[in-house]
């Protein structure tokens, strides 16, 4: 392969990374990754995101090159720690002033295909947060061998060599469902690997309607007036030293109003986030207000959100790990919507975002008998990651 015959593929890869994060149904806000196995000076080399990337913005220089070979040398060894990964990672990239290769860089590599894509997609989210159980049955079902099963497994290092694992054993497979988590898809070219992920997200979607539970489009962002009444208080009851200066975004339109309002929905969306990184944007659970709520209710009610945080911090925490701040990232309304809350307007709109997709998410699966994300432990697992606490304290330093 030629370094044009290279840098050809990698264009094509940049291209069609940039149309499945352009897509906030297949992958929100930085979440998701792809990559490419290209050859290079004579070696076998893969391209994968950059950690801080964006898919939606990608650009050459945000897929590192990592040599392919020796990130074999890890697949049937001891287990290594993320960190011990981070760094294992970093010293085979070919420049060591590339961003750090995505957490998942290992399952890329160990894929059996040129090009593989992964995202959260909200169809795939709506039935992966069902029981374990019932989810190999649906995949099996609509699926049949085309794509394999992993149950859930901690992202990182344990998730890359779970998941190399299952798809050795089921080399037919074009793709493999993460529990609780999303969707992992790959192909011969970018088009068959994409198009295989946009598939599946169109079987999903389908069933998803077939059966009383289709998932709400995304709304405009607009809020309401009851929305509004409470953007006062909580700038009076939140602005300090996390929130110097607090952004809010509201989203309310009718069709956010009525699935707000539904039966159980406060409960259902408390349980948790629809994939395990958002909880690291908008920690485990809303801070909850009823619509109307004066400054006092506020007050007492992010008085309460703290008490409750803090005692979720003692009730997992092992003694390693810092504790974050207590305020809460999302608002969820009954009856009125959510509202996003930031340090920065574009802070506040990516909360607002990732607050809506949780509710509709959870609204469809709890259409299908039940929203059951991840347990609380696993939550702070991923919200205390050793990685996430590294980037705490170099803050501090």
Known sequence: MTMGEADTLLASRVESSRQLGGNPELAMHGGGNTSVKVVRDGRRVLHVKGSGWDLALMEPQGMPALWLDPLFEVRDGPRLSDTEMVRFLRANLLDQTAPNPSVETLLHAYLPARFVDHGHASAVLALANRPEAEQRETVRTLFGGDITFLPYVFPGFDLSIAGAKVAKAEPQATGMWLAQHGLFTWGDSAEESLSQFHEVVAVCERHL?????????????????????????????????????????????????????????????????????????????????????????????????????????????????????????????????????????????????????????????????????????????????????????????
């Open 209 to 397: 309607a077939a059966r009383g539970a289709a998932l709400m489009a995304p709304t405009g962002h607009e809020g309401n007036t009851a929305l509004n009444a409470l953007l006062p208080h909580l700038a009076e009851a939140l602005t300090g030293d996390v929130f110097a200066s607090l952004h809010c975004d509201a989203r309310g339109d009718d069709r956010l109003v009525a699935l707000s309002g539904q039966d159980g929905m406060a409960d259902a969306v408390s349980r948790g986030t629809v994939t395990p990184d958002h909880v690291i944007r908008i920690k485990p659970w809303p801070l909850v207000l009823d619509a109307g709520a004066g400054l006092g209710a506020v007050r007492d009610a992010v008085a309460n959100f703290g008490s409750a945080y803090e005692q979720y911090f003692r009730d997992h925490e092992t003694g390693s790990e810092t504790m974050l701040d207590v305020l809460p990232r999302v608002v969820f309304v009954p009856g009125a919507g959510v509202i996003g809350l930031g340090r920065t307007a574009a802070e506040a709109r990516i909360n607002a975002d990732l607050a809506e997709q949780n509710l509709r998410v959870a609204a469809s699966a709890q259409a299908m008998g039940g929203y059951e994300p991840l347990p609380r432990a696993e939550q702070f697992r991923i919200e205390y990651w050793e990685l996430e606490q590294a980037k705490l304290r170099s803050k501090k330093v």
